[in-house]
T-cell receptor, first 116, second 115 residues
Framework: EAGVAQSPRYKIIEKRQSVAFWCNPI?????LYWYQQILGQGPKLLIQFQNNGVVDDSQLPKDRFSAERLKGVDSTLKIQPAKLEDSAVYLCASSQTGARLPQPQHFGDGTRLSIL | QKEVEQDPGPLSVPEGAIVSLNCTYSNSAFQYFMWYRQYSRKGPELLMYTYSSGNKEDGRFTAQVDKSSKYISLFIRDSQPSDSATYLC???????????????FGKGTLLTVNP
């Protein structure tokens, strides 16, 4: 079974520039998550999709972050404009959909973003 | 007070030692408890998943949950250098809207097992 694929692995940009990350989940996983992991911290959920609909985006800074999953499979996360505090690893995860129990989340290796 | 507290370490042990990793939490709504292992420059991978108080064993790993004390532990027996990684506890509760489960992570404990 292929895992969660993310690209690029690394990205360096200057503040106020824009950047986009791509994620392809495990085949058949309807639920897709984007997390932000700042150095020395645990992952923090930014947005959760079920198929192509948003389930939870309560912690997404909507003035600068956006995400879409148009066809219910792969997803992109965009930051525009970037701030220094956005330097972090952006992790994508996917899971099967479970109505009664939270399903195990499978993570990609992330995109490491550095803002200069 | 943070919802999930985890000592970031670092923790350094000799090969073969028993390792104890712990988290405390304040939200009584947490019902499901997980431990993830994260190697350097890799994504977290699920190690253990429990939803009741008590112990769950898988090979050299034992997860323990005490809901009355709001305390969870992960024990690693006969630790190996390949166990060197960051260990993240994670807990899940139904969202306030009732539409999804939300995972809350601890900061992670950096473990080094020395040969």
């Amino acid at each position: 079974e292929a895992g969660v694929a993310q690209s690029p692995r690394y990205k360096i940009i200057e503040k106020r520039q824009s950047v986009a990350f791509w994620c392809n989940p495990i085949s058949g996983h309807a639920t897709l998550y984007w997390y932000q992991q700042i150095l020395g911290q645990g992952p923090k959920l930014l947005i959760q999709f079920q198929n192509n609909g948003v389930v939870d985006d309560s912690q997404l800074p909507k003035d600068r972050f956006s995400a879409e999953r148009l066809k219910g499979v792969d997803s992109t996360l965009k930051i525009q404009p970037a701030k220094l505090e956005d330097s972090a690893v952006y992790l994508c995860a996917s899971s099967q959909t479970g109505a009664r129990l939270p399903q195990p989340q499978h993570f990609g290796d992330g995109t490491r973003l550095s803002i200069l | 007070q943070k919802e999930v507290e985890q000592d970031p370490g670092p923790l350094s042990v000799p090969e073969g030692a028993i390792v104890s990793l712990n988290c405390t939490y304040s939200n009584s709504a947490f019902q499901y408890f997980m431990w993830y292992r994260q190697y350097s420059r890799k994504g977290p991978e699920l190690l253990m998943y429990t939803y009741s108080s008590g112990n769950k064993e898988d090979g050299r790993f034992t997860a323990q949950v005490d809901k009355s004390s709001k305390y969870i532990s992960l024990f690693i027996r006969d630790s190996q250098p390949s166990d060197s990684a960051t260990y993240l506890c994670a807990m899940s509760a139904m969202s306030s809207g009732g539409s999804n489960y939300k995972l809350t992570f601890g900061k992670g404990t950096l473990l080094t097992v020395n040969p």
